[in-house]
């Protein structure tokens, strides 16, 4: 239902700070078809990270990452919620295999998602979510490499204001932490 003139004021106020969001040089977002039954109001952003423009592929991929944050309102509330706006995050990323054998993998990656929502001081309530990774092994005539890993992150929390860049930054965070990017600003030595 986004878009349109009949949108309450803090909705709207929310998907303006969404846009304010300053993300890492690799990330690419914008906005996606939201959600149309979750919620009175809903809006989405995609974010994906963007590889070099080469024809060549590397032997030794980064892989691929990707991942939606979604705005849920309700004018009315939702008790479940603790509030009226919640944030939804999907974020799935490939991984090498030395990382995807670490048993530690989903708690550390469940700290990348608060460590990043609170150096931003989001005033927030009612986070929850769930960190899984996956080992898929291909057999036979298919396309791909023969195993492949996966993180996948799935999570949710109230913001308490309509200030929203803070947690899209947060959410762009782990996305580059999940697809192993270097911090902005530092440039990884070639192999």
């Known amino acids: ?5 009949a949108e309450p004021a803090p909705f709207r106020s929310a998907i303006d700070s969404m846009h304010t969001a300053s993300v890492h040089p690799q990330i690419e977002i914008g906005p996606i078809r939201p959600p149309q039954r979750l919620a009175p109001y809903s809006y989405a952003i995609g974010a994906e990270v963007r590889h070099a423009d080469t024809d060549v592929v590397s032997e030794e991929s ?9 705005l849920l309102y309700d004018p009315a509330g ?21 990382l995807a054998a670490d048993p530690l993998l989903p708690e550390v990656a469940w700290s990348w998602l608060v460590d990043a929502l609170e150096a931003h001081h989001e005033p927030l309530t009612a986070l ?5 990774a996956t080992s898929s092994v291909r057999y036979g005539d298919i396309a791909g490499p023969p195993r492949a890993h996966q993180l996948e992150m799935r999570a949710s929390w109230t913001a308490k204001t309509t200030a929203l860049a803070g947690h899209v930054e947060a ?7 999940a697809a192993g990017l270097p911090p902005a600003g530092i440039t990884p030595l070639g192999r």
């Open 62 to 70: 980064e892989g691929d990452a990707f991942g939606r944050l979604i």
């Open 78 to 98: 939702d008790e479940a919620w603790n509030g009226t706006m919640r944030l939804v995050a999907y974020i799935q990323a490939d991984l090498d295999e030395d």
């Open 171 to 177: 959410f762009c965070e782990v996305l580059a932490y």
């Open 1 to 5: 239902m986004s878009g349109s003139s």
């Open 128 to 132: 929850g979510g769930t960190v899984t």
